[in-house]
């Protein structure tokens, strides 16, 4: 696609419940990254693919949280049990992965609007 | 592990009057080093980003930062400010490595732009 999609946009769910954030990054962009931004917070780190593999899963707060990555495209994050302190901005990127770039546009992160999470 | 620091949690300028948003970071090697903006309601946009070569760079909307190495910085500047340049900015690190890139960003500085 032309940018970055998430969904759903909100997302109101009871304290218990398991929400699934899907992000559709950009086509051809093998990078993709996800991070929590909580208000007045800055964006904290949670896990980052490259293609299928996450080879860095150090941000994930818990175990609560999982993501997945198919085809090399649409990501999925998973919150089970969700807690109030879960509420906040599930924020998506994507870029080109460094090998891929030919050293041109390094390391733009195109970000998706996000998906606003709140936990009752 | 790489980390940034925004000293600044909230800044206030006049509009016209100069303005410097401070980012220092800490990673073993050089870094690649970015400034995005969010502005209210918004998603990110990238400023500029530093990779190699001429330390000082220029960015969109009139910005430019300058990568320090001695003083491990990349402060954000510009000459005269607009109201619509109210935001949030964040500075971020790129660690670019031949397995796997990450990108870690830091708590963001909030700017308020008096008319």
């Known amino acids: 696609g032309a940018g970055v999609s998430q969904s759903p946009s909100n997302k109101v769910t009871e304290k218990g419940k398991d929400v699934e954030l899907r992000c559709d990054p950009i086509s051809g962009h093998t990078a993709l990254y996800w991070y929590r931004q909580s208000l007045g917070q800055g964006l904290e780190f949670l896990i980052y693919?490259?293609?299928?593999?996450?080879?860095?899963k150090s941000g994930l707060p818990s175990d609560r949280f999982s993501a997945e990555r198919t085809g090399g495209s649409v990501s999925t994050l998973t919150i089970q049990r969700t807690q109030q302190e879960d509420s906040a901005v599930y924020l998506c990127?994507?870029?080109?992965?460094?090998?891929?770039?030919?050293?041109?546009?390094?390391?733009?992160?195109?970000f998706g609007e996000g998906s606003r999470l709140t936990v009752l | 592990a790489q980390s940034v620091t925004q000293p600044d949690i909230h800044i206030t300028v006049s509009e016209g009057a100069s303005l410097e948003l401070r980012c220092n970071y800490s990673?073993?090697?050089?870094?690649?080093l970015f400034w995005y903006v969010q502005s209210p309601g918004q998603g990110l946009q990238l400023l500029l980003k530093y990779f190699s070569g001429d330390t000082l760079v220029q960015g969109i909307k009139g910005f430019e930062a300058e990568f320090k190495r001695s003083q491990s910085s990349f402060n954000l500047r510009k000459p005269s400010v607009h109201w619509s340049d109210a935001a949030e900015y964040f500075c971020a690190v790129g660690q670019m490595k031949t397995s796997y890139d990450k990108v870690i960003f830091g708590p963001g500085t909030s700017l308020s732009v008096i008319p």
């Open positions: 990127a994507s870029s080109l992965f460094s090998s891929e770039r030919g050293g041109l546009n390094t390391g733009e992160l195109f």
């Open positions: 990673y073993g090697a050089t870094p690649y």
């Open positions: 693919f490259q293609g299928n593999s996450a080879p860095d």
